[in-house]
């Protein structure tokens, strides 16, 4: 038996836990790197907010602008991501791109120090960190089931976004406290997210390659990016996911440009409250990811648009708040309902696709996910300068909440929804078809929440 084979029987061994996927030692040594360089991160995103603030005289439209410049290689990258994650080994991969990442918060970091950044500086540079990510995000996501397996991957996704959002409750706080402590100055959490990136870069040369689960590499050939597509569109469980995605990480994740806009021009506070509202959102969040590390099997769809609906109503209420006292109290829900959809989402979506496609479909889970960011943003931010920062919450979460709605009543008829092309006008048409019967419905869920990782061979599943 390999070493690897000899890894799963003892993780079988070992029973339930919520953190049972630390008993791996691969994954246990990734994700305290991981914990580290996400705290960096968390600082890096804080630190740009504000320096952007600063240096365009509090402008939502500029905020906006940011985040969708850092997001908008998602849409172009992200996929040939995935396909190089399907064909090279990923912890290369990962180091490669963790380098370039450190490499460009050391630029900004001196930039800053040297009294010589200016704006057009921030956005080039947040355009190389999205161009990274992009193709850094589907790698790390398919990894992650060769570090522990299909039997602990649940487990780890959670414990993924778990340590996501333990870094999200320190880097913020982390940095607020840094940039007051320095007079307004953002170079110290530049440089402290730049060398963040060693952490993990040396627990990827340090592991123990025998134990880990490979998928067989795909051999180089023409229309792998189509396949992943074509794989992904046959399968309407995940084009829900999917849709629902898009949706939501459009117009409902701008939480890093509403709770700054709301903390400076709303409220009129400084930058240690509003590291400390995006602390407080942190902290639902975190509870979020450990509520969904208890999960074992794989999420059913029912579920996914509970949450999602959930998240939206939640949404709102937090942009109805008087006072910031009353508004940092609705993050705390708030967030734990993001991340609960978050989770269960990427869950599902890992769990029903095979390893070999594992990495193109995550690519485009994630253009689905983030790459809406560089429309949603923006027209977040412009909603907010105009109609105020409550107006970006309120809309962005009434949008979620109509998406989950119709998306749970064409679940409820047993309906499924598609955008096709036609060579004539009108050039795009919504079909909406039967997809059987009740009996037959309730089957097909009972099988994608009691098999996780294994393909029914239905097309709803």
């Not at 340590?163 to 953002?186: E, K, Y």
């Not at 459009?250 to 602390?279: D, K, S, V």
């Not at 979506?349 to 479909?361: A, C, K, N, T, Y």
């Given at each position: 038996?390999?070493?690897?084979?000899?890894?799963?029987?003892?993780?079988?061994?070992?029973?339930?836990?919520?953190?049972?996927?630390?008993?791996?030692?691969?994954?246990?040594?990734?994700?305290?790197?991981?914990?580290?360089?996400?705290?960096?991160?968390?600082?890096?995103?804080?630190?740009?907010?504000?320096?952007?603030?600063?240096?365009?005289?509090?402008?939502?439209?500029?905020?906006?602008?940011?985040?969708?410049?850092?997001?908008?290689?998602?849409?172009?990258?992200?996929?040939?991501?995935?396909?190089?994650?399907?064909?090279?080994?990923?912890?290369?991969?990962?180091?490669?791109?963790?380098?370039?990442?450190?490499?460009?918060?050391?630029?900004?970091?001196?930039?800053?120090?040297?009294?010589?950044?200016?704006?057009?500086?921030?956005?080039?540079?947040?355009?190389?960190?999205?161009?990274?990510?992009?193709?850094?995000?589907?790698?790390?996501?398919?990894?992650?089931?060769?570090?522990?397996?299909?039997?602990?991957?649940?487990?780890?996704?959670?414990?993924?976004?778990?340590?996501?959002?333990?870094?999200?409750?320190?880097?913020?706080?982390?940095?607020?406290?840094?940039?007051?402590?320095?007079?307004?100055?953002?170079?110290?959490?530049?440089?402290?997210?730049?060398?963040?990136?060693?952490?993990?870069?040396a627990a990827l040369g340090s592991m123990r390659v025998?134990?880990?689960?490979?998928?067989?590499?795909?051999?180089?050939?023409?229309?792998?990016?189509?396949?992943?597509?074509?794989?992904?569109?046959?399968?309407?469980?995940?084009?829900?996911?999917?849709?629902?995605?898009?949706?939501?990480?459009?117009?409902?994740?701008?939480?890093?440009?509403?709770?700054?806009?709301?903390?400076?021009?709303?409220?009129?506070?400084?930058?240690?409250?509003?590291?400390?509202?995006?602390?407080?959102?942190?902290?639902?969040?975190?509870?979020?990811?450990?509520?969904?590390?208890?999960?074992?099997?794989?999420?059913?769809?029912?579920?996914?648009?509970?949450?999602?609906?959930?998240?939206?109503?939640?949404?709102?209420?937090?942009?109805?708040?008087?006072?910031?006292?009353?508004?940092?109290?609705?993050?705390?829900?708030?967030?734990?309902?993001?991340?609960?959809?978050?989770?269960?989402?990427?869950?599902?979506?890992?769990?029903?696709?095979?390893?070999?496609?594992?990495?193109?479909?995550?690519?485009?889970?994630?253009?689905?996910?983030?790459?809406?960011?560089?429309?949603?943003?923006?027209?977040?931010?412009?909603?907010?300068?105009?109609?105020?920062?409550?107006?970006?919450?309120?809309?962005?979460?009434?949008?979620?909440?109509?998406?989950?709605?119709?998306?749970?009543?064409?679940?409820?008829?047993?309906?499924?929804?598609?955008?096709?092309?036609?060579?004539?006008?009108?050039?795009?048409?919504?079909?909406?078809?039967?997809?059987?019967?009740?009996?037959?419905?309730?089957?097909?869920?009972?099988?994608?929440?009691?098999?996780?990782?294994?393909?029914?061979g239905q097309p709803g599943r």
């Amino acid at each position: 038996m390999s070493r690897a084979g000899t890894a799963t029987s003892e993780q079988r061994r070992s029973g339930g836990g919520m953190f049972r996927a630390l008993r791996v030692r691969n994954y246990r040594r990734y994700a305290s790197a991981n914990l580290v360089s996400q705290t960096g991160t968390w600082m890096q995103r804080i630190g740009q907010d504000w320096l952007v603030l600063q240096l365009t005289d509090d402008s939502g439209v500029a905020l906006g602008v940011i985040t969708a410049l850092q997001f908008a290689p998602t849409v172009l990258l992200s996929p040939y991501g995935g396909v190089l994650a399907d064909r090279y080994p990923k912890r290369r991969l990962l180091q490669l791109s963790q380098a370039f990442m450190g490499l460009l918060a050391l630029v900004l970091a001196i930039l800053v120090v040297t009294d010589a950044v200016a704006l057009w500086h921030v956005f080039v540079l947040a355009s190389g960190l999205g161009a990274a990510a992009a193709i850094d995000a589907p790698v790390r996501q398919a990894f992650v089931s060769e570090m522990v397996g299909p039997e602990l991957l649940t487990n780890a996704v959670s414990l993924n976004s778990t340590i996501f959002n333990g870094a999200r409750l320190v880097g913020p706080s982390v940095a607020g406290l840094l940039i007051g402590m320095f007079s307004g100055n953002t170079a110290p959490a530049f440089f402290i997210n730049a060398a963040s990136f060693g952490f993990t870069i040396a627990a990827l040369g340090s592991m123990r390659v025998g134990e880990l689960f490979p998928s067989q590499p795909v051999a180089r050939a023409k229309g792998q990016l189509r396949a992943g597509v074509a794989y992904a569109w046959s399968h309407r469980d995940l084009v829900l996911a999917m849709a629902l995605a898009f949706v939501v990480g459009t117009f409902g994740f701008n939480y890093q440009i509403t709770i700054a806009l709301m903390a400076r021009a709303e409220f009129g506070l400084g930058a240690e409250a509003f590291g400390l509202l995006a602390t407080v959102f942190a902290v639902g969040s975190l509870s979020g990811a450990l509520l969904s590390a208890r999960r074992v099997h794989r999420p059913r769809q029912r579920f996914l648009i509970g949450s999602a609906l959930v998240f939206g109503v939640l949404t709102v209420i937090t942009g109805l708040m008087p006072n910031h006292a009353s508004f940092g109290v609705l993050l705390v829900p708030t967030g734990a309902a993001a991340l609960v959809f978050s989770v269960a989402n990427n869950s599902f979506v890992q769990l029903g696709v095979d390893p070999q496609m594992r990495g193109r479909v995550m690519a485009l889970y994630f253009m689905c996910f983030m790459g809406g960011t560089p429309l949603g943003a923006p027209l977040i931010g412009v909603i907010a300068e105009h109609l105020g920062p409550r107006w970006g919450l309120l809309l962005g979460g009434a949008i979620v909440v109509v998406a989950a709605v119709v998306a749970g009543a064409l679940l409820a008829r047993g309906r499924s929804m598609r955008l096709e092309t036609q060579r004539e006008r009108p050039w795009l048409r919504l079909r909406v078809a039967a997809v059987g019967s009740p009996r037959e419905r309730a089957a097909e869920e009972v099988m994608a929440g009691e098999a996780p990782g294994v393909q029914s061979g239905q097309p709803g599943r």
